[in-house]
């Protein structure tokens, strides 16, 4: 489960070679002293000092992944005004739980401090997201708070003004290899995002997207979590894309996709209004995301 986006570097080069540009991009900044601790920020050409910041992480069933390779995904948000940093984390073999939950609140922390800052990240409204392993990883960031707390994070978990996940896998207990492995060090080595119901309470608003054709990741897996979060009072968007599938659903944001009338779903038009509402809602400095311009690139 959880394979690598769309299986091979060819779509993914493509997709990227037909992404338009139009905002600055640093690559490979260190938020850690390992290879894997490095991330990739895509800052728009107005606003940048005060745009609303998203910090999304890949795929690839803790095994595989890369940051260059989501330059189509950075783009239609960034050109709606947007910061995206995209970090690379440890992975399997050489990584298991909570090595990468880890390696995430440190780019967190790294991104909202002095030298996050020094490096062009911007000051307004944070926000975690991530598609299928990715997405357990911003979701457990926002519904565990030792994570950001343990990596220092000023205000820890109420620093994130929403979670965003994409085809994510938030409970079950793993049968076989390699997620028996990655996740043997987890409590009862289960797959969850929190270890209490308790904390999803104080949670920042969820958005939790999912294709209700993908066998990779069961939507039932959404549809659990947004239950328990609406029982614990926690604000909570749920949006299930008939005929969508696993890789379906992140493909949607390329523009060359929806150039073509192939996204399969608004995936970027509720990731955008979601963004737009929270950012309205959200204490502090900002710029004013430019959500109105999704007939563009």
Known sequence: ????????????????????????????????????????????????????????????????????????????????????????????????????????????????????????????????????????????LALDPRWLAVAGLPGGREALAGCIALAAPFHFQPQREPLLGIFAPAPAGRLAVLPEEAALRGAPPMLLLHGEADRTVRPEQSLGLAERLRAAGTRVRLVLYPGLGHIGIVAALAAPVRAAGLAGGPVLRDITGFLADAVAEAPGPRAEPNSARLPGP
Not at 35 to 45: A, N
Not at 80 to 95: F, I, K, M, S, T
């Open 1 to 140: 489960m959880l394979l690598p986006l769309f299986g091979g570097c060819t779509p993914v080069g493509l997709a990227n070679a037909l992404t338009p540009g139009g905002y600055s991009l640093s690559r490979g900044l260190a938020y850690g002293a390992g290879p894997r601790q490095r991330l990739d920020l895509h800052l728009p050409k107005e606003g940048a000092a005060t745009a609303p910041l998203v910090v999304f992480f890949y795929g690839g069933n803790w095994e595989s992944g890369e940051r260059a390779d989501y330059r189509f995904l950075a783009q239609p948000l960034v050109a709606r005004g947007y910061a995206v940093a995209v970090p690379d984390y440890r992975l399997h073999p050489a990584a298991r739980w909570p090595d990468f939950l880890e390696d995430g609140a440190a780019a967190l922390a790294w991104l909202r401090g002095p030298a996050g800052r020094a490096a062009g990240a911007p000051a307004g409204p944070c926000f975690v997201m991530g598609h299928s392993a990715g997405g357990f990883i911003a979701a457990a």
